[in-house]
C-alpha cells in the first residue's frame, strides 16, 4: 500500500497530489501511534498528559548542493539568514523552546584551504543527493561569514544562545551528509562527530542530540562512542514516546514537517487544522509529536502557520496538557527517571 501511494504521488501533479494526502491523512486516520506499556503519569516532567518537539534542520547552502530539486543553494541560505531572527521572534513570543539541529561547519567564524582535510571523505554516491564526482568540500568558499555569509554562521548561533528562550543546539553533522551505513564509512562518520564537537566547544556546547540529514540514519555506533542520548528518525508511525534502539540511545519519532508545499493549493487553516490533531492525539495518546522544519521555509509558512500552532501549543501547555521541549530534555527526563 506504501509503495502504491508512492508510485501514484509521482505520476501526478503538486495540486492532486495535495488531494491525494488529504484523503490518506483522513482514510488512515493519521497520525498513527505507536503505543506502550509506560506508566503515563511518569512520561513527562510536570505531570503532563502529552509533549512537543520541534526541530529545526539548520543547514544553509550546505543541505543544497547536490539536491536534486534544483533549488539554488546560495539562494536557501539568504532566505535562511532572512528567516532566522523572525524565526527566533515567534518562538520567544509563545516561550517555545525548540532543538536546532545544527551543520557543524556553521559554528565556523571563517576557514582556509585545507582546514578539513584530516577528514576522511565520502565515497561519490547518486541516492538521496547527487555527488557523483570531485569532493565533497568543493563547494566550501574557505572565506568567513562577512563574505561568505550562506556557508557560517557564528552570528545565527549566537542569536540562538542570546535568546530568551532556552533552546538545544544539537548537530546535523559538520557538512550536510549523507550519514547511512550504505553510503557513509565509519571513519567518516567518526570524522564529522569530531569536527562537530571542536567546533560547538568553543560556545561551551555539549552536543547530545542529532537529526540525519535527508531523513537517512546510520553509524549509530558512532553516535554511542560519541555519548549521544537521542536522534530523531522517520518511521511509519507518526506519534511515539521516545524508545530505545538496540545500542541504547533514544529514538524520537519524526511526526512530520511545519512545512508544506504551496503548490498543493492547501489553505492555511486547513493545514493548522491539520497539525493541531497532531497535538491533540499526543494528549490523547500519552505520546510526543515531533515536528520539524527548515529555516529556509517559505516566508509565507512562517507568517501563517507558525504564530497559531505555536499559540495552540502554549494553550495547551498552559492548561497542563502538554510538554513542550527539546530533543535533549524529554532525553535526560528519561535517563534520570529510569523509565526505560
Known amino acids: 500500500m506504501k509503495q502504491l501511494y508512492s508510485n501514484i504521488r509521482k505520476k501526478i501533479g503538486k495540486k492532486y497530489q495535495g488531494i491525494l494526502a488529504k484523503l490518506a491523512f483522513t482514510i488512515l486516520n493519521k497520525p498513527i501511534v505507536k503505543k506502550d506499556s509506560i506508566d503515563p503519569a511518569k512520561k ?6 502529552g509533549g512537543l518537539i520541534i526541530s529545526a534542520d539548520f543547514e544553509m547552502a550546505w543541505a543544497w548542493r547536490y539536491t536534486k530539486t534544483g533549488s539554488d543553494h546560495i539562494q536557501k541560505g539568504k ?22 539541529a545544527t551543520v557543524g561547519h556553521l559554528f565556523l567564524e571563517s576557514c582556509k584551504k585545507n582546514d578539513h582535510d584530516w577528514m576522511a571523505r565520502i565515497p561519490h554516491f547518486d541516492d538521496h543527493w547527487k555527488f557523483t564526482k570531485g569532493d ?20 545565527l548561533i549566537q542569536m540562538i544562545i542570546d535568546s530568551k528562550v532556552e533552546h538545544e543546539i544539537g548537530t546535523h553533522t559538520f557538512s550536510h551528509i549523507d550519514f547511512s551505513y550504505k553510503n557513509c564509512p565509519p571513519e567518516v562518520a567518526d ?18 542530540s542529532i537529526v ?26 507518526e506519534l511515539a514516546y521516545p524508545y530505545r534502539d538496540k545500542l541504547g540511545l533514544l529514538v524520537t519519532t519524526s511526526s512530520g514537517t511545519l512545512e508544506y508545499n504551496l503548490k498543493y493549493g492547501w489553505s492555511p487553516e486547513y493545514y493548522v487544522n491539520r497539525l493541531k490533531k497532531y497535538i491533540d492525539k499526543a494528549i490523547m495518546t500519552n ?22 500552532i505555536l499559540k495552540y501549543a502554549s494553550e495547551k501547555r498552559k492548561a497542563g496538557n502538554l510538554w513542550i521541549g527539546p530533543m535533549n530534555k524529554i532525553a535526560a527526563h528519561i535517563n534520570n527517571s529510569r523509565l526505560l
Open 212 to 237: 540525519f540529514p535527508g531523513g537517512t540514519w546510520g553509524n549509530i555506533e558512532t553516535l554511542k562512542k560519541h555519548n549521544f542520548t537521542i536522534y530523531r528518525k522517520r518511521e511509519d508511525f
Open 191 to 208: 570524522d564529522e562527530i569530531k569536527a562537530c564537537k571542536i567546533a560547538a566547544e568553543r560556545y561551551g556546547i555539549n552536543l547530545e
Open 44 to 49: 513527562f516532567p510536570g505531570g503532563e498528559k
Open 287 to 308: 505520546t510526543i509529536a515531533h515536528l520539524w522544519f527548515h529555516p529556509s521555509l517559505d516566508p509565507f509558512i512562517l507568517k501563517n502557520i507558525f504564530p497559531p
Open 79 to 100: 532566505i535562511e539568514r532572512d528567516n532566522f531572527p523572525k524565526i527566533i521572534k515567534v518562538l520567544e513570543d509563545f516561550n517555545i523552546p525548540i532543538t536546532f
Open 136 to 155: 565533497w568540500y568543493d563547494h566550501d568558499p574557505y572565506s568567513n561569514y562577512e563574505d561568505a555569509p550562506e556557508w557560517y554562521a557564528p552570528d
